[in-house]
């Protein structure tokens, strides 16, 4: 089942704050977010595991609620570089047994 | 390092035709993963291999697509014939467990005419 990501799209100015949401309707063990600008490979951000754990990437931090079965990314203080189509991606039985499912994505456009 | 290495870059067939492409994966990654991702859309899993053997293959249409994984490193993923919705870029990846992060290729974009 493909998780739901909202918004579709999200315009700032350069400095500010953005939230991305993803959201199954299944059981999660762990979600991964990855960024991909365009025309390049999907790079790797952070995994956050069942457990409500929350997880720091410079200005770039995830949660991830167990109960609720959503993980939000969360951006301060964007840059020029944060341009691109955030993905994430689920697992549900975890050690890798089903891969990862990812939803369709989000496009954040970040202006001077 | 090197990254996860992807052939050719791009490719145009025409329908009906066959096409195979090639990845050669992170040295020492035990899990080579191929996905589909067709213009505005997030990835979609088509096989996941760990060593040789295939972990999952249950999106894979395996009327027409089909990927090897020889000797637990290189992998050909074929498709056979093509069809106008096969255009897409197909992405591998590689990691060292199948449950961290994946290093994608650049990717090999079809166009099926």
């Known amino acids: 089942q493909q998780p739901v990501q909202s918004p579709q799209a999200v315009i700032l100015r350069e400095g500010e704050d953005a939230v991305i949401n993803c959201s199954s309707s299944k059981a999660l063990y762990s979600v991964h977010w990855y960024r991909q600008k365009h025309g390049e490979a999907p790079v790797f951000l952070m995994i956050l595991l069942k457990g409500g754990e929350q997880k720091g990437h410079e200005k770039i931090s995830a949660s991830f609620n167990e109960k609720k079965q959503q993980s939000s990314l969360y951006l301060t203080a964007s840059q020029l570089s944060y341009s691109g189509t955030y993905f994430c991606g689920t697992e549900i039985s975890g050690g890798g047994a089903d891969g990862l499912t990812f939803g369709k994505g989000t496009h954040l456009i970040i202006q001077p | 390092e090197a990254g996860v290495a992807q052939s050719p870059r791009y490719k145009i067939i025409e329908k009906r035709q066959s096409v195979a492409f090639w990845c050669n994966p992170i040295?020492?990654?035990?899990?080579l993963y191929w996905y589909q991702q067709i213009l505005g859309q997030g990835p979609k899993l088509l096989i996941q291999?760990?060593?040789?053997?295939?972990?999952?293959d249950s999106q894979l249409p395996k009327d027409r697509f089909s990927a090897e994984r020889l000797k637990g490193v290189d992998s050909t993923l074929k498709i056979q014939p093509a069809k106008l919705e096969d255009s897409a870029v197909y992405l591998c990846?590689?990691?060292?467990?199948?449950?961290?992060?994946?290093?994608f290729g650049e990717g090999s974009r079809l166009t099926v005419l």
């Open positions: 291999f760990q060593n040789n053997g295939v972990v999952d």
């Open positions: 040295s020492g990654h035990a899990t």
């Open positions: 990846a590689s990691s060292y467990t199948n449950t961290g992060e994946l290093f």
